[in-house]
């Protein structure tokens, strides 16, 4: 194995960032004094139960949402809305049953006004690396759900972001075409050096694909851990073999009290 050359140029950055809700006179918190640097072509998991703010904070560095306080930088840029750097693929392929897959790619190239004859000949790049090339012509209806989250991780990528956000994009799948999907994942990351953060509940999911995971509790959502995996890159399935990778599972399962010990 090889061990990926990452850049130490910080892209994202959270300082004391915190969130909450109203509801009626009074405040909900569902995070507080979140302190993130993520470096350009990192892989982050963000881990942890539901109801601690995985979900929400993962908006907020999209500009989906906005932060109660504290500060999201992209760059030397505070966050205050979408940026068209950062591309985001949500838990649903949310794909138009009407358009072929093609026009389905096109649809984000359409609103941003454009090239469209340009972006044409991106998309059969595209589905060639999500394995799926020559299923420009077919409805996203006639596809199964792993080909629809496929379509719908290279229409994240058809305006090229340098930031990618996934909200538990496989998580509907089923485990083996999850697992499939997962490495896809991880070499269309490799290779093209874009920084990931990732929203996961699955524990070997996070150790298996990221460079860091970062273990969150509840009430409100904070950070228990900071965890970086010292696994080299490229991974295959071997890695769930090491006892390295088993430590780190454990190691989670103990942090967010699964199991027992």
């Known amino acids: 194995m090889s061990t990926t050359v990452q850049s130490t140029t910080v892209q994202v950055k959270l300082e004391g960032v915190y969130k909450s809700f109203s509801k009626g006179n009074r405040q909900n918190q569902v995070l507080r004094d979140i302190n993130l640097k993520i470096k350009k072509g990192e892989f982050i998991s963000l881990l942890g139960p539901s109801g601690c703010g995985k979900s929400t904070l993962l ?26 750097e950062i591309g985001f693929m949500f838990q649903k392929a949310v794909l138009l049953p009407w358009r072929t897959v093609e026009q389905n790619l096109l649809l984000p190239v359409e609103i941003a006004g454009g090239n469209i004859a340009a972006a044409k000949a991106r ?10 090339k020559g299923y420009e012509s077919y409805y996203t209806r006639e596809l199964s759900g792993g080909m629809q989250q496929r379509i719908s991780l290279a229409r994240t990528l058809m305006n090229d972001p340098d930031i990618l956000l996934l909200d538990e994009p496989f998580g509907a799948l089923d485990e083996f ?3 499939n999907l997962n490495f896809s994942l991880m070499d269309i990351a490799e290779k093209s050096g874009k920084t990931v953060i990732l929203v996961t509940h699955n524990i ?47 190691h989670i399962r103990h942090l967010l009290g699964v199991g027992r010990v």
Do not use: C, F, W
């Open 204 to 250: 070997n999911e996070a150790v298996l694909m990221s460079d860091r995971v970062i273990v969150m509790g509840i009430n409100p959502g904070h950070v228990l851990e900071d965890l970086t995996i010292e696994i080299p890159k490229p991974r295959t399935d071997q890695v769930m073999a090491l006892t390295q990778y088993s430590e780190y599972v454990l």
């Open 59 to 84: 908006k907020m560095i999209g500009g989906l949402l906005d932060s109660t306080g504290g500060q999201l930088m992209v760059g030397n840029e505070t966050i205050s809305g979408p940026r068209k």
């Open 177 to 179: 075409t999850r697992e």
């Open 123 to 132: 998309i059969y790049e595209l589905l060639e690396l999500v394995g799926l």
